[in-house]
């Protein structure tokens, strides 16, 4: 079994900056081939960053590109989303994934004031 920690989330106004934090744990595995998804009130849940295994190769929404950075410590078993220039419209709970056996973390709470 995998667990998915989240932190980091919280309340930033506009122009600001968070990085949320994606802690794994659990049985032997690699945490490349995660990824970040974020669920706003009353929408589907939605693609935001995945960081690949390998070769480190990312992947954005072009919603986030420029503004959002994914990256990894291996060391920590950890996963990080820098989100720098936040819009209202980032609102959300964002989730982290483990796509090898599609774990879900609990979600960490995003919000911008504008």
Do not use: H
């Amino acid at each position: 079994q995998v667990q998915l920690v989240e932190s980091g989330g919280g309340l930033v106004q506009a122009g600001g900056s968070l990085r949320l934090s994606c802690a794994a744990s659990g049985r032997s595995f690699s945490i490349c081939d995660m990824g970040w998804y974020r669920q706003a009130p009353g929408k589907e849940r939605e693609f935001v960053a995945r960081i690949s295994c390998g070769s480190v190769v990312t992947y954005y929404a072009d919603s986030v590109k420029g503004r959002f950075t994914i990256s990894r410590d291996n060391a920590k078993n950890t996963v990080y989303l820098q989100m720098n220039s936040l819009k209202p419209e980032d609102t959300a709970i964002y989730y982290c994934n483990l796509r090898a056996g599609n774990y879900w973390g609990q979600g960490t709470q995003v919000t911008v004031s504008s």
